[in-house]
């Protein structure tokens, strides 16, 4: 029997941040603002921002 791998979970090609914030101080903004160097795409979620810290925002998941 073959073991599932996890590499998808600890080497995402893509992370979606629900709550991401543009305003400083925040904590959604701190949490698009740390994966400044990651080098997968950023998924940034927030249903009244156009864009967060250069990324396109997006109104939900769906």
Known sequence: ????SLESLFRPQSIA???ASAAEGKAG?????????YSG???PVNPKA???LGH???PSLT
Request: hydrophobic letters at 45%; aromatic letters at 12%; proline letters at 4%.
């Open 50 to 52: 156009e864009t967060i």
């Open 56 to 58: 396109r925002a997006y």
């Open 17 to 19: 941040i629900v709550g």
């Open 41 to 43: 795409t950023i998924y």
């Open 29 to 37: 903004y701190m949490a698009v603002k740390l994966l400044e160097t």
């Open 1 to 4: 029997m073959q073991k599932p």
